[in-house]
């Protein structure tokens, strides 16, 4: 992996929530190269380790841990884990979410007249489903910070780095609870850098704009490859027009760990979008 410029994270500790997936585990592999041992947090043990694995491979310090960020006490052994294997954090990155079917709608707009027996509307949203999706985003980001934050208050250079979500800026159609969620974490972030403000820790957050990965694939492609109309939809609405690949947003996480970089930079979430933000849509 060839970052797109250099830091110098030596001898930091960094925690990144999610590490198994796409996103995170591009993190961890940038982070690692710029000389930090990495912890890599997951549900999905197996990920997580596979992922370290990768970056021990090519030379970096990183062990998998298996987490579950809405347990407490899961977070609790795994911080003793961390501490034991690296030392104390000082670098967090939340990096878990995302949505459930069951919090999705079938279709873009209401339609009495037009909905069959089978379309999930915004009536038959699953409760269970919709609670999921908030906590999994909005308190799989409070609680591993109140257990790895309380390491880091008066640390040099302590950093916590969310992900949000373009959503939060502008809910998209069918996920009303991921929107609402992402949003949930960008307001988190902005209380969050006060509240650390005065012992040291600096909190941001990126909202990455449209990228296609595992986790959004059904509703981008169709089962032949070909583009779905959402597809077609999102890039008629990014400037840029195209997906955005996932080292795009190494850039932004790493100058945003960067103490020399943004060290008076706190309470801030940047799009990461293609343009997405800035598009009237004429």
């Known amino acids: 992996m060839k970052l797109p410029f250099n830091i110098d994270l030596k001898d930091k500790v960094a925690v990144i929530t999610g590490a198994g997936g796409v996103l995170c585990g591009m993190f961890a592999q940038a982070i690692a190269q710029c000389g930090a041992k990495v912890a890599l947090l997951d549900i999905n043990e197996d990920a997580a380790k596979a992922m370290a694995k990768r970056i021990t491979d090519a030379g970096g310090i990183a062990q998998g841990f298996r987490c579950n960020v809405l347990e407490k006490e899961s977070l609790d052994i795994c911080r003793d884990q961390v501490m034991a294997a690296f030392g104390s954090c000082d670098i967090l990155i939340n990096g878990a979410g995302g949505n459930s079917p069951k919090a999705t709608t079938d279709t873009e707009y209401y339609q009495a007249d037009k909905l069959s027996e089978d379309t999930k509307s915004f009536f038959d949203l699953d409760a269970a489903g919709v609670d999921f999706v908030f906590r999994l985003n909005f308190l799989g980001t409070l609680l591993p910070t ?3 934050a309380s390491d880091m208050a008066d640390k040099p250079s ?9 959503n939060a800026f502008t809910p998209l159609t069918k996920i009303p609870a991921y929107s609402g969620a992402k949003a949930a974490v960008s307001n988190f972030t902005k209380w969050l850098a006060v ?17 296609s990965t595992t986790q ?9 490859g070909s583009p779905t109309p959402r597809t077609r939809k999102i890039l008629a609405h990014t400037p840029m027009g195209r997906f955005g690949e996932a080292d795009e947003l190494t850039g932004t996480v790493l100058w945003l760990l960067n103490d020399r970089a943004s060290g008076f ?11 997405f933000s800035a598009y009237s849509g004429v």
Do not use: C, E, K, Y
């Open 265 to 275: 930079v706190t309470g801030i979430v940047v799009p990461v979008d293609g343009g």
């Open 146 to 148: 109140q257990v790895f």
């Open 195 to 211: 509240h650390f403000a005065q012992s040291g820790i600096r909190v941001n957050a990126i909202a990455p704009g449209f990228f």
């Open 216 to 224: 959004n694939a059904a509703l981008l492609w169709q089962p032949d």
């Open 158 to 166: 302590a950093v916590i780095l969310n992900i949000s979500s373009m």
